[in-house]
Structures are given as structure tokens and as C-alpha cells.
């Protein structure tokens, strides 16, 4: 459950996770393709079809994603997408020291991981996209809920999300 994408239907509430399927026939369709340094997940639900892939460079430190959605019916919808995201920057077994939140020069979340003498190249990640995010959360507590699962996260269910970065205790 580290990399989610959800579709919103905001004329009715409906939402769903277009590659996990968490709940036995939600998903009209379901494939997985799996190869070196790629995987990419078909999900149909609701006539709309969700191709979600993830390419890792044979360099470097890096995830690529690509979304793409189509409508397979013949009305016009109103869809919102959620990605939600385990971010891990830890990289010296001390989780205390992570903060995140928006960051304006990148043009999306900006995740660190700092703690005092103990340099790393891979202490900071990005994660942007093409399209301009219409909200925002970096706490699994806040997205998820307290007492809620990933089939049924109170971000997805809310109107926006909350807009606020996070640190070691969210």
C-alpha cells in the first residue's frame, strides 16, 4: 500500500483505488505487467480505465510515474485523482529526523531527511507532476485516518485535502 491512485467521481462521492483492488469486484478489470525496471497496472471500474505505470532508471534514485485515464462510456464525467505515496527518505535509521510539506521552487512536496553529521546523497526526494496539484497532505495519519484503512481513507472521502506538510510524529 506505498503507491495508491484514486478516482473520485464528484457528481456522486464514488471513489476507488484503480490499481489495488480492496474489495473483491470492485474492479470491472484487473491486470498487472511486470517487467525489468517497469510495472505497469490496468484498472477499469465504473467505465472509466486507469493505466498506472512506474519506470525505475538503472541510475540513480528515482521512480517515474505515469497516469493516464480514459472514459469508456459516453457521458462526460467529473473526476478528481488522489495519489497517495509511502514516501521513505530514510536513509540512517532515524525516522525522527523526516519533515515534509509543499514546496513552491519544485512545484510539488519536498520530503528531508536531516540529521546532524550523518551526510547522505540521498536525503531529499521531489515529488512532482505535470498537472497542478488542487490539494495536498503528507501525513499517512491525516490521509488514511485514525481509524480508518487505505480501502476507505477519510482524505478521499473529504472535499480537499488538508494542505499541511508533516514531520516524524504525524
Known amino acids: 500500500e506505498s503507491r495508491l491512485i484514486y478516482i473520485k467521481d464528484?457528481?456522486?462521492?464514488?471513489y476507488w483505488c484503480m490499481n489495488k483492488p480492496f474489495k473483491e469486484g470492485k474492479l470491472d478489470k484487473?491486470?498487472?505487467?511486470v517487467g525489468v525496471?517497469?510495472?505497469t497496472i490496468?484498472?477499469?471500474?465504473?467505465?472509466?480505465?486507469g493505466?498506472?505505470?512506474?519506470?525505475v532508471p538503472e541510475t540513480g534514485k528515482a521512480e517515474l510515474w505515469r497516469l493516464q485515464l480514459e472514459n469508456m462510456g459516453e457521458n462526460n464525467r467529473n473526476l478528481s485523482v488522489y495519489v497517495y505515496a509511502k514516501v521513505h527518505v530514510n536513509e540512517t535509521c532515524?525516522?525522527?529526523?523526516?519533515?515534509?510539506d509543499w514546496n513552491e521552487q519544485v512545484g510539488g512536496l519536498y520530503y528531508s531527511h536531516t540529521?546532524?553529521?550523518a551526510e547522505h546523497p540521498y536525503s531529499k526526494i521531489y515529488f512532482c507532476a505535470d498537472k497542478e496539484a488542487a490539494s495536498y497532505c503528507t501525513s499517512d495519519v491525516r490521509f488514511r485516518g485514525m481509524y480508518q484503512t487505505f480501502a476507505a481513507p477519510i482524505g478521499?472521502?473529504?472535499?480537499?485535502?488538508d494542505n499541511k506538510g508533516s514531520s516524524y510524529d504525524d
Open 10 to 14: 464528484e457528481d456522486t462521492g464514488e
Open 30 to 33: 484487473y491486470q498487472c505487467h
Open 37 to 39: 525496471g517497469v510495472q
Open 42 to 49: 490496468i484498472g477499469t471500474y465504473s467505465q472509466i480505465q
Open 51 to 55: 493505466e498506472f505505470s512506474m519506470t
Open 94 to 100: 532515524h525516522s525522527s529526523y523526516n519533515i515534509s
Open 115 to 117: 540529521i546532524y553529521g
Open 156 to 161: 478521499v472521502e473529504a472535499e480537499c485535502l
